[in-house]
């Protein structure tokens, strides 16, 4: 029997069905690597802000995902796809056709 790929989606107890990166709650973690120079001023601003770096994270990403104009919540997600659905945008109503001579 093969060992797992790298990357594979499964965890270190590979029958456990849980995918690597996520979190027991259901969060995902990542791992991510911040030059010293970034990293010293995010710990400033958490310390001034009295944030966590993970409150400082999930706001700019939050932020991130705005601007590009992404939904942020499942609530959000639901009423874009709602709204990306033609069948849901207006019909134009049918009625008498004027006649052009």
Known sequence: MSSPARGSERGPG???G???GWG???SVRKRIAFDAETWHALHQLALDSMKSLQ???EEAFRDLLKKHGRPTTVK???RASLRSTPANDAQPRRGKRERTP
């Open 14 to 16: 590979r029958g456990s």
């Open 18 to 20: 849980r995918r690597r």
């Open 24 to 26: 027991a709650d259901g």
């Open 55 to 57: 409150e400082l994270a």
């Open 76 to 78: 959000e997600m639901l």
